[in-house]
């Protein structure tokens, strides 16, 4: 084979990976966990300030599982396990999902297990708890939590 016909066999090959790596990339996908709330805040306190407890992002594939897991600050866990379905719209995927998070303690545990479609960039809350503790003496403390997901488009700038 001559110089030229190894210039184009290269080009060629050069054109089949770019065109695999493309592929591979529009089908990757950036899943968002975030338990958001409060804890152990006054019962007088009217409006608590609601911060991001704990928060998760994974890269996902379509059609393939996916598990995490983390150790907190403070001695909490988070994991997370599911799997992601394409749907006819292309915005539009469904996501199996097992969710559980703790703050170190069996009393202050999250669970979920759901199927949710989401919509590209649309956050969704799938769960979440509310209670009231009383330390026997007349205080009273109050706690909210919740549970959402959120799915974006992967994108690889760096080439």
């Given amino acids: 084979m001559n110089s030229m016909g190894n210039v184009r066999l290269l080009l060629v090959a050069l054109g089949a990976l770019v065109g695999v790596r493309e592929s591979a990339k529009a089908d990757e996908f950036i899943f968002r966990l975030e338990v958001t709330g409060y804890l152990d805040r006054p019962d007088s306190e009217d409006q608590p300030q609601v ?14 599982r996916f598990h995490a897991r983390a150790k907190l600050a403070g001695g909490g866990n988070l994991f997370v396990s599911g799997s992601l379905k394409r749907r ?4 539009s995927h469904l996501i199996d999902i097992d969710f559980r998070y703790d703050q170190g303690d069996e009393n202050r545990r999250l669970e979920a297990q759901t199927v949710v479609a989401l919509k590209l960039g649309q956050r969704q809350v799938i769960g979440g708890s ?3 503790t009383s330390d026997g ?5 109050k706690s909210k ?3 959402a997901v ?3 488009e992967f994108a690889n700038d760096c080439r």
């Fill in 130 to 132: 509310e209670s009231r």
């Fill in 145 to 147: 939590t919740a549970i």
């Fill in 137 to 141: 003496q007349g205080a009273t403390t």
């Fill in 150 to 152: 959120q799915l974006a």
């Fill in 51 to 64: 911060k991001i407890l704990a928060s998760m992002e994974l890269l996902v594939t379509p059609e393939q």
């Fill in 88 to 91: 006819k719209e292309a915005d």
